[in-house]
């Protein structure tokens, strides 16, 4: 339990995916404008990540691994995630077509977001068993969604602030990623 336990703290804050492995950046800065589709877009990155890691775990360990084929990890890896977000987008489509609206050419991104696969990938590397690649995997989400409702907060009181015209737009929004960054590496004490 203790073990499971530094996974997730380590997952999700000293080694944040976005603030210190600097994956998953492109919805983190393009979805980020806004706290309901921040929260939005870390909910299906929640379920997404979740899920894949399960399913990539159990065919890692049960399909690729007895039939010597670990060489195919990443195609494999890539179709699973592919379809997992295929389905969290026909469901929000269906049932809550504000949120589906809002996230807009980000959600399908998620199939391409390097974290995703990242994650499946590092749950191989390190040994993990399907108990602890998922519970990587929901740690990682949850640190990618408090990063991403943390930096739409900050967004969206920045916007009201009075900033020189050269940090105005993304030079801005990049340096407030990066005093995030800088503060995220204070969590390197607690593992």
Do not use: H, W
Request: one cysteine or more.
């Amino acid at each position: 339990m203790r073990e499971l336990l530094m996974i997730a703290i380590g997952s999700a804050l000293v080694n944040n995916v976005v603030l210190s492995q600097f994956l998953g950046l492109c919805p983190f800065l393009g979805v980020s404008k806004k706290m309901d589709t921040a929260a939005g877009m870390g909910g299906a990155v929640v379920f997404v990540l979740t899920l894949s890691s399960f399913c990539t775990s159990l065919i890692y360990k049960f399909i690729l691994v007895p039939t010597n084929m670990e060489y195919l990890q990443t195609i494999v890896f890539i179709l699973v995630i592919a379809a997992l977000v295929q389905l969290v987008e026909m469901f929000l489509k269906k049932t809550i077509p504000a949120l589906y609206k809002s996230l807009g050419v980000y959600l399908p991104l998620i199939t391409t977001n390097c974290a995703v696969l990242g994650v499946a990938l590092l749950n191989v590397q390190n040994d993990y068993n399907v108990l602890e690649g998922t519970i990587n995997g929901f740690a990682t989400a949850v640190g990618f969604t408090i990063a991403i409702v943390l930096m739409a907060g900050l967004r969206e009181k920045i916007e009201y602030n009075d900033i020189p015209k050269p940090f105005q737009g993304m030079p801005i929004v990049l340096l407030t990623a990066g005093l995030m960054s800088i503060a995220f590496f204070g969590f390197s004490g607690l593992i």
